[in-house]
């Protein structure tokens, strides 16, 4: 039995402060976060850098009716930083444990004798709701809403930011019937694995509460200092491995058509293209496998570039150049490891032990909006790994019959890289 699960169940009727925010409506409906830290609680001080993005509160409501929800009775017009017309995003919002339980937004843009506007948020009333979240939350869904737009190819699409408030509002009507309780746990936060832990503050327990682990669920993951630091020691971790030069085969016939292009203008045109682009040219032929190979640059470029693994987006290009340019860094091997996002608590693999905190609540923040966009968009959805692993298999059948796994990257390694894409 997990220890998180067993932990659970010491006090039934213990509820966390984050808990009661829930129940009353005052919380982040995407990490499951407060939007305010009492001081002096659980030894978290409020004033440290990495809590600061708690308080950084945006409000995510339809256009159509978002005023509704206003409890102030003076006529507002409010600044939509969403500069869209299919959903709207407030200016920086306030909330304090110990106010009216209402947001207050700024109204002085235009007239600096405007009274603020308060709202109330996450109500049941008929019609959408309007919902108040953390920037820093706002960031990774649109991000990971993103990668599911890309994949569709669709040229007529609602705006990132619109599909995250259908998504939000869509799981909000489908719950009005819930327990008053979980009424507004749309995530399932409460849930608590016996792999992978609590899925959000409000199921952990209160043995874990006083072991402080809840700090790691309150760590900015937009901005994470030791980012970088930790993927260097990754490499210096990571056993070193000899590259192998496919360009020493023969073709085994004329290469036809794009095959016959330079191998410097394939460079330059597979900069312009994403990953799983090139993987796919890789595994086209024996010329593109030769002239577009996934050799040590390919991975390390991606890597640092953020297109390869869409969760890390921010590492220091110029650390990292400074640090680890010597080609025999697997840097295969680490973006492997990075893609998987998830964390098990027992985790056996000593390289990915003790990720910074920020790094391990981006992770937990994404997958949760990405269990929410497989459902949003269920053609993007697979039906399984296995039924996934065997499509790519097939379509990299020719390069499997010319044996040159050894030399380059075994299908196994490429397909569980490509399980994202």
């Given at each position: 039995?997990?220890?998180?699960?067993?932990?659970?169940?010491?006090?039934?009727?213990?509820?966390?402060?984050?808990?009661?925010?829930?129940?009353?409506?005052?919380?982040?409906?995407?990490?499951?976060?407060?939007?305010?830290?009492?001081?002096?609680?659980?030894?978290?001080?409020?004033?440290?850098?990495?809590?600061?993005?708690?308080?950084?509160?945006?409000?995510l409501g339809s256009i159509s009716n978002y005023l509704e929800h206003k409890v102030t009775s003076e006529a507002s017009v409010l600044v939509n930083l969403a500069r869209s017309e299919d959903v709207f995003l407030s200016q920086p919002a306030q909330f304090s444990m110990t106010?009216?339980?209402y947001f207050q937004v700024e109204n002085h843009h235009s007239n600096p004798?405007?009274?603020?506007?308060?709202?109330?948020?996450?109500?049941?009333?008929?019609?959408?709701?309007?919902?108040?979240?953390?920037?820093?939350?706002?960031?990774?869904?649109?991000?990971?809403?993103?990668?599911?737009?890309?994949?569709?190819?669709?040229?007529?699409q609602l705006s990132t930011l619109a599909i995250l408030n259908q998504i939000l509002q869509s799981r909000f009507h489908d719950r009005r019937d819930a327990p008053d309780d979980t009424r507004s746990d749309i995530f399932d936060l409460c849930e608590n694995s016996s792999m992978y832990g609590p899925r959000s503050v409000m199921a952990m327990s209160k043995l874990e509460w006083w072991e402080g682990?809840?700090?790691?669920?309150?760590?900015?993951?937009?901005?994470?200092?030791d980012l970088t630091s930790f993927v260097s020691d990754m490499l210096t971790t990571t056993p070193l491995k000899i590259e192998q030069n496919p360009t020493t085969l023969q073709f085994a016939r004329e290469p036809l058509g794009f095959e016959r292009l330079p191998t410097e203008l394939l460079d330059q045109i597979g900069k312009h293209l994403p990953p799983?682009?090139?993987?796919?040219?890789?595994?086209?032929?024996?010329?593109?496998?030769?002239?577009?190979?996934?050799?040590?640059?390919?991975?390390?470029?991606r890597l640092i570039d953020g297109s390869l693994v869409p969760h890390i987006w921010d590492?220091?290009?110029?650390?990292?150049?400074?640090?680890?340019?010597?080609?025999?860094?697997?840097?295969?091997?680490?973006?492997?490891?990075?893609?998987?996002?998830?964390?098990?608590?027992?985790?056996?693999?000593?390289?990915?032990?003790?990720?910074?905190?920020?790094?391990?609540?981006?992770?937990?923040?994404?997958?949760?909006?990405?269990?929410?966009?497989?459902?949003?968009?269920?053609?993007?959805?697979?039906?399984?790994?296995?039924?996934?692993?065997?499509?790519?298999?097939?379509r990299c059948q020719p390069v499997a019959a010319w044996q040159l796994e050894e030399m380059l990257l075994s299908p196994d390694s490429i397909h569980e890289l490509l399980a994202d894409y």
């Open positions: 039995m997990g220890g998180s699960q067993s932990s659970s169940q010491v006090d039934d009727n213990w509820k966390s402060e984050a808990r009661y925010a829930m129940e009353s409506r005052t919380f982040c409906v995407i990490c499951g976060g407060p939007f305010d830290i009492e001081d002096g609680v659980h030894s978290i001080d409020p004033k440290e850098k990495r809590y600061q993005w708690l308080y950084d509160i945006r409000l106010g009216s339980g004798h405007r009274s603020d506007v308060w709202f109330n948020a996450l109500n049941d009333q008929d019609g959408d709701s309007l919902f108040p979240l953390h920037n820093g939350c706002i960031q990774i869904g649109c991000r990971v809403i993103q990668r599911f737009l890309d994949r569709r190819n669709d040229q007529k682990y809840h700090e790691n669920f309150y760590t900015n993951p937009i901005d994470i200092p799983q682009s090139v993987i796919a040219l890789h595994c086209t032929s024996k010329a593109f496998a030769i002239k577009a190979p996934l050799n040590n640059k390919f991975w390390r470029d590492l220091d290009a110029n650390q990292l150049d400074h640090e680890r340019q010597d080609r025999l860094w697997d840097w295969r091997s680490v973006a492997q490891l990075l893609v998987a996002k998830k964390f098990p608590r027992n985790e056996s693999n000593p390289l990915l032990v003790g990720p910074p905190t920020g790094l391990w609540n981006r992770c937990r923040i994404w997958n949760i909006i990405e269990d929410a966009c497989i459902e949003h968009f269920p053609e993007m959805a697979r039906s399984g790994r296995r039924d996934h692993t065997e499509d790519i298999r097939k």
